[in-house]
């Protein structure tokens, strides 16, 4: 498997999880956002969610990076490529912290993630699978150049799926 990358983009870094990441992990899946991953979550489930993200580097060679300012080096949030069991599909998504919202944080760190999956790992294609309430993650997701697919295989029966054909190797 790939080692755990680090990429940097104008104004982030994204890195491997620290323990440190937990607790503002956990606070944002005990809170109502996390209705669009199916949450909230309990501890237990927040932990084993933290975990899964991490695991998948040395299981799957794919997994969650956390996001940081370059400037500040608060950690803003996370994306990551998630696979296995529960994905039908190799799957890119994101969150951002409530207080880092609309700065465009998202959008910069999946563009970043989008390219090392075609050009390091060498992905087919890249799916996000969205909760059709959360607009902001559907507008993020056409803004990355994903189309909606309406027959793709999805891990909750009411999500939307969006395909990232970008992702597929040239």
């Known amino acids: 498997m790939p080692p755990i990358p680090t990429l940097v983009t104008p104004r982030l870094n994204l890195r491997a999880m620290r323990f440190e990441d937990w607790p503002a992990y956990r606070q944002l899946m005990a809170s109502e956002r996390a209705r669009f991953m199916g949450g909230p ?26 996001i940081d300012d370059q400037t500040t080096g608060a950690c803003i949030g996370q994306v990551g490529i998630n696979a296995g069991p529960l994905f039908p599909e190799w799957e890119l998504g994101w969150f951002v912290y409530p207080e880092f919202e609309g700065r465009g944080y998202a959008l910069e760190a999946a563009k970043a993630l989008l390219h ?16 059709p309430e959360n607009q902001r993650s559907a507008n993020l ?30």
């Open 41 to 66: 979550f309990s501890d237990t489930l927040a932990w084993g969610m933290f975990c899964s993200d991490h695991a998948q580097w040395d299981l799957l060679g794919c997994g969650a990076l956390m």
């Open 141 to 170: 997701a056409t803004r990355l150049g994903a189309v909606l697919d309406r027959t793709a295989a999805r891990p909750a029966p009411g999500d939307l799926v969006y395909r990232h054909y970008s992702a597929m190797p040239a």
């Open 116 to 131: 090392w999956a075609k050009e390091v790992r060498r992905l087919p294609s890249l799916v996000s699978y969205v909760d």
